[in-house]
């Protein structure tokens, strides 16, 4: 649960600066973090769950594994703005690349 609230942040952190163009505050520092944290509980919780029983194990690694796709592709949605890691201010163009600006 925890796994899948940090993804939900990373993805809410950039939201609206992935989905309209234009100069906005640049928030991929925080989604970056929720991000790695996310990995690395998931990550836990698979070492956990490879000491219990066979059927916690499966169920772990089903859950885990979905949660582990769906971090790869937020890190591929991710990798362009962090470009911008020392900016405060990022610009979406119409082409979906990013410009970094400081205010």
């Known amino acids: 649960m925890l796994v899948a609230l940090l993804l939900l942040f990373s993805f809410i952190f950039t939201m609206e600066q992935e989905s309209t163009p234009g100069l906005r505050d640049n928030l991929s520092g925080l989604a970056l973090f929720a991000l790695v944290l996310g990995i ?17 194990q499966v169920t772990a690694g089903l859950v885990c594994g979905l949660l582990l796709l769906a971090a790869a592709y937020r890190a591929y ?11 405060n201010s990022t610009a979406r163009g119409q082409d979906g690349s990013y410009t970094c600006y400081d205010r």
Do not use: D, F, I, Y
């Not at 991710?78 to 900016?87: G, H, Q, T």
């Open 40 to 56: 690395g509980t998931a990550l836990c919780a698979l070492a956990v769950a490879a000491r219990g029983s066979e059927v916690l």
């Open 77 to 87: 949605t991710l990798a362009p703005m962090l470009k911008c890691w020392s900016s």
